[in-house]
C-alpha cells in the first residue's frame, strides 16, 4: 500500500497564476515533510519543508500547508513561472529516525504555459 | 562546490550480470543514502549509511548491497541482475548534524538490464 499518495499525476497552470500540488500520507507518525522537484537528467532538488509542529512554511514564491488532522499536504506556487515546469515529489520522514529513509509518492509533472 | 556526484551516468547489463554503482558525496557529508526510482514512480529507499555503517535498510533483496569507505564515498552492488532492476539509481548525502537534515541528490545512474 502506497504510504504517500499524489493522486494528479500532471498539472496544467498559466503563467502568473497559483500552482497547488497535493498530497496525502496514511500514517500519523510522520512528522516531517518535504517537497523535492525533479527536472529530466537531473537528481530531485529539494524545494521546501514543514515539521508536523507548524501548519504552514514560506518560502518566496513557495508555500507548503501542512492539515494533520487530515493527513494532507499542499504545495503553492505563486506566481507561477516556466522555469517550475518540472516533476515535484512530496516525501515523508520520521523525525530523528533513518534520515535516509524518505518515503517519496509518485510525483506530480507541473507544466506553466506561458 | 561540487555537489553529490555518481558514476556511472548510463549503464547496460544483461540478466545474471552484476553491477557497481558508485557515489562522491558532498564534501564534508557523512552519510550517504541509495533510491531507486522505476519509472513512473517516486524514489524508493534501499540503504543508508552513516560513517561507514548501514544504518537503513529498505525493502530489497540480498542481491543488493552496499558500502561506504573511509572517505565517505559508497557503492552499491548489485547481484544477478533482472530485468526489474532497470531504473534511475539516486545516491544522496547529508551532513547528518541533526534529526532532519536536507539529503542533497546527485544525477543519478540509469541502468538498462536487457
Known amino acids: 500500500d502506497q504510504q504517500v499518495k499524489q493522486n494528479s499525476p500532471s498539472l496544467s497552470v498559466q503563467e502568473g497564476r497559483i500552482s497547488i500540488l497535493n498530497c496525502d500520507y496514511t500514517n500519523s507518525m510522520f512528522d516531517y515533510f518535504l517537497w523535492y522537484k525533479k527536472y529530466p537528467a537531473e537528481g530531485p532538488t529539494f524545494l521546501i519543508s514543514i515539521s508536523s509542529i507548524k501548519d504552514k512554511n514560506e518560502d518566496g514564491r513557495f508555500t507548503v500547508f501542512l492539515n494533520k488532522s487530515a493527513k494532507h499536504l499542499s504545495l503553492h506556487i505563486v506566481p507561477s513561472q516556466p522555469g517550475d515546469s518540472a516533476v515535484y515529489f512530496c516525501?515523508?520522514?520520521?523525525?530523528?529516525?533513518?534520515?535516509?529513509?524518505?518515503?517519496f509518492g509518485k510525483g506530480t509533472k507541473l507544466s506553466v504555459k506561458p | 562546490d561540487a555537489g553529490v556526484t555518481q558514476s556511472p551516468t548510463h549503464l547496460i547489463k544483461t540478466r545474471g550480470q552484476h553491477v557497481t554503482l558508485r557515489c562522491s558525496p558532498i564534501?564534508?557529508?557523512?552519510?550517504v543514502s541509495w533510491y531507486q526510482q522505476v519509472l513512473g514512480q517516486g524514489p524508493q529507499f534501499i540503504f543508508q549509511?552513516?560513517?561507514?555503517?548501514?544504518?537503513g535498510r529498505g525493502n530489497f533483496p540480498d542481491r543488493f548491497s552496499a558500502r561506504q569507505f573511509p572517505n565517505y564515498s559508497s557503492e552499491l552492488n548489485v547481484n544477478a541482475l533482472l530485468l526489474g532492476d532497470s531504473a534511475l539509481y539516486l545516491c544522496a548525502s547529508s551532513p547528518w548534524t541533526s534529526g532532519s537534515d536536507e539529503q542533497f541528490f546527485g544525477p543519478g545512474t540509469r541502468l538498462t538490464v536487457l
Open positions: 516525501a515523508v520522514q520520521y523525525y530523528g529516525g533513518s534520515q535516509g529513509n524518505l518515503i
Open positions: 564534501s564534508g557529508h557523512k552519510s
Open positions: 549509511y552513516y560513517e561507514k555503517e548501514e544504518r
